[in-house]
């Protein structure tokens, strides 16, 4: 398929190959909500054949050591790094992204996800404990075949994100991109292969989740899961991954707080605010439920306005643009019926709350005050550019509220005072907190969701964790000098 000037294999990539589909899905540009062409589709045998081929090299890749890996990893990187205009292009075109913040982020995001964890794998393992006895040896060894299922809003960043640690940890995969946006992922195989990746390290299988992410993640031959979507398919995974008895990390959706106390830097606050209609809000760390000090609400409130008053929604490749369309037309039906819902309870709609003039998929920034802590708007993930608008008098209140949702991903807290940063901070449930700051994401760090946002974590060490079979090799190093003496005895 051509997008633009970039041409995208749009069949499956197996043991080394481009292998046409069983049947085909239509991909179409959220930018105009065109069709772009037809994707292939896998079904059950072609998943088989996948998970078959990644079996094989499964032996190989991990007994090539992680030094070698590194070294084939590092090329990919420097691919991805060397491709970055096609991969903004594709992108940028698949899922609406922003062309100049894919350029300028996400694509060098991507590659450092790569070259991190293939740095880091070459010192994993190694700790050696001692007991009375037995010295316990802990090494990490590749657990096998991972399925590596990701979504659309961010398929490069979050695809590389499981592919670093996964492969350089000596494992195989088998990576289901999304369907709303598959080919950004198409391409990173052709890349993969250019670094050199061995034929069967690295497979794709596109198509719909309920057929070909179900059969990858049913498949017996796989060891690991790694999925990143919604709490809904979450469940349907970790359900596949129990009855193989296989380890499942889920990366889940979010509703996060974005907690504003009277002692904050009201501009910085404001500034941050208007990011989290990034990408058009689908993004699952946005923080999307503002909660204000009431002493500050009123000049806070105006300074939010002020800021996404001046941001520019419409076309993702213009580089004026802010804020781009939704994925889908599903997509949008689903955040204008959040919105609706919200005005018809009663909720004041305190700017946007329509579709834009730039197109079909777009939608209005939107800032709600909702009736109530109950409500469908403050509760529920609307994955849009749809923020609500609280406020409180104690920070005891506001830890309240921010707790107040199935939810634990993220959380946003802007304070002048460090004490509260940090009360406040413990106090929240969330995988991470972010204090006067947003999106900070060290790969050395710990990342995961809390209750419905997801289970186990992944980053630094912990991905290994996840991505290995972490051993004890217990020996009993006085049983050679008991067994050496009585040879010595017989001798004598
Ligand atoms: P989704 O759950 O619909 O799809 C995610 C992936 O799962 C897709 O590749 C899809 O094809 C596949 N899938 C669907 N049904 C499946 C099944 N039965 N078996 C196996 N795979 C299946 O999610 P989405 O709409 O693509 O993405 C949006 C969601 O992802 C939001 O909830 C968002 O918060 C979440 N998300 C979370 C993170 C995180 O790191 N926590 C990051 C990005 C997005």
Same mark, same amino acid.
Request: glycine share 10%; with cysteine.
């Given at each position: ?8 294999? $749009? ?50 890749? /991990? ?16 691919? $991805? ?7 903004? $292009? ?46 316990? =040896? =802990?090494?990490?060894?590749? #657990? ?11 398929? %490069? ?29 198409? %391409? ?6 250019? #670094? ?26 796989? @060891?690991? $899961? ?13 359900? #596949? ?14 509703? @996060? ?89 009663? /909720? ?20 709600? #005050? ?7 708007? =403050? ?21 309240? %509220? ?27 449930? /969330? ?8 999106? =900070? ?46 040879? %010595?005895?017989?001798?004598?």
């Amino acid at each position: 398929m051509k997008v633009e000037t970039v041409d995208v294999p $749009i069949d499956h990539y197996i043991d080394g190959k481009r292998v046409a589909g069983s049947a085909g899905f239509e991909v179409r540009t959220p930018i105009d909500n065109s069709v772009l062409g037809t994707c292939a589709a896998a079904n059950k045998d072609l998943v088989d054949r996948a998970v078959g081929a990644a079996g094989v090299a499964f032996h190989p890749w /991990a007994q090539a050591g992680a030094v070698a890996r590194g070294a084939v990893l590092r090329r990919f990187a420097q691919r $991805i790094r060397a491709n970055k205009a096609a991969l903004s $292009i594709v992108e940028s075109v698949d899922n609406g992204g922003l062309r100049h913040a894919i350029a300028a982020h996400i694509v060098e995001r991507s590659a450092q996800n790569i070259e991190y964890f293939a740095a880091r794998a070459e010192h994993i393992g190694g700790e050696a404990v001692s007991g009375s006895t037995n010295t316990d =040896v =802990v090494s990490y060894e590749p #657990a096998g075949v991972a399925a590596l299922i990701t979504p659309w809003n961010g398929p %490069l960043m979050l695809s590389t994100w499981k592919l670093g640690p996964a492969l350089a940890a000596g494992n195989t995969v088998v990576l289901k991109p999304p369907e709303l946006a598959p080919l950004s992922c198409s %391409l990173l195989a052709s890349l993969a292969e250019e #670094a050199g990746v061995p034929p069967g390290v690295f497979n794709v299988v596109h198509g719909d989740g309920s057929v070909t992410g179900q059969a990858l993640a049913d498949h017996p031959g796989i @060891s690991r $899961i790694s999925f990143t979507g919604s709490p809904q398919t979450g469940r349907k995974v970790a359900t #596949a991954a129990a009855a193989n008895l296989v380890p499942v990390s889920l990366e889940l959706g979010g509703k @996060s707080p974005f907690v504003v106390f009277a002692s904050a830097d009201l501009d910085a606050a404001a500034a941050t605010a208007a990011r989290q209609y990034f990408n058009a809000g689908q993004v699952c760390l946005a923080a999307t439920r503002i909660l204000a000090e009431r002493s500050i609400a009123g000049p806070l409130l105006e300074k939010i306005c002020e800021k996404v008053g001046a941001m520019r929604v419409g076309d993702p490749r213009d580089e004026r643009t802010s804020i781009g369309p939704l994925i889908s037309a599903r997509q949008f039906e689903r955040v204008t019926g959040f919105v609706d819902r919200a005005r018809a309870q009663g /909720a004041e709609v305190l700017f946007g709350g329509r579709q834009h003039s730039a197109g079909e998929l777009y939608f209005e920034p939107t800032l709600i #005050a909702p009736v109530s802590q109950e409500s469908e708007i =403050v509760q529920n993930e609307v994955f849009g550019p749809v923020l609500t608008w609280q406020t409180f008098d104690e920070e005891a209140e506001a830890i309240a %509220l921010a707790n107040d949702t199935t939810y634990g991903l993220a959380a946003v807290i802007f304070t002048g005072d460090a004490a509260q940063a940090e009360r406040a901070g413990r106090a929240i449930v /969330a995988g991470t907190v972010w204090v006067n700051s947003f999106f =900070v994401r060290n790969l050395a760090a710990p990342f995961g969701g809390f209750r419905k946002s997801g289970v186990g974590v992944e980053g630094g060490n912990h991905s290994f964790d996840f991505y290995c079979n972490v051993k004890n090799l217990s020996i009993d190093y006085v049983s050679f000098q008991r067994g050496a003496s009585s040879t %010595l005895t017989r001798l004598q």
